[in-house]
C-alpha cells in the first residue's frame, strides 16, 4: 500500500481544496451576490480580486469615486491588469446590482 500513499495523501488534499473554494464561492455570494458572475478579473481567487472583495463591501465600492477604485485595482493588481478603468467600471456595475442584505 506505501506507493499509493502519497496518491492517496495528493486525492485527499485535492478534495479539501475544492470543497473550501465552494464554501468560499457561497459566503462570496451572500456578500456580493453578482461578483462571480461579473467578476472582472481572470481568477476569482486572485490577488487583486481577493483585495477587492476583503476590503469593501457593494455598497461602498457603488459610492467610491472612479479614480479611487481604479487606483485601489492597480496597487493590487502588481500592474498587470491590462484595462483598469474597465475592471473598475465592471465592479462597479456589479456593485449596483449585487442584493443588499
Not at 465552494?22 to 461578483?35: D, T
Not at 476590503?55 to 487606483?71: G, K, Q
Amino acid at each position: 500500500m506505501q506507493p499509493y500513499s502519497a496518491l492517496l495523501a495528493l486525492d485527499t488534499t485535492w478534495y479539501r481544496i475544492s470543497s473550501e473554494k465552494s464554501r468560499a464561492l457561497n459566503l462570496l455570494y451572500l456578500k456580493f451576490s453578482s461578483y462571480k458572475e461579473d467578476c472582472p478579473f481572470s481568477d476569482v481567487f486572485g490577488s487583486a480580486s481577493t483585495s477587492v472583495f476583503d476590503s469593501f463591501t457593494p455598497d461602498e465600492i457603488a459610492v467610491m469615486p472612479m479614480e479611487e477604485l481604479v487606483d485601489f485595482v492597480l496597487s493590487h493588481g502588481n500592474n498587470r491588469l491590462s484595462n483598469p478603468e474597465e475592471i473598475a467600471k465592471t465592479l462597479k456595475s456589479a456593485a449596483n446590482r449585487a442584493y443588499r442584505l
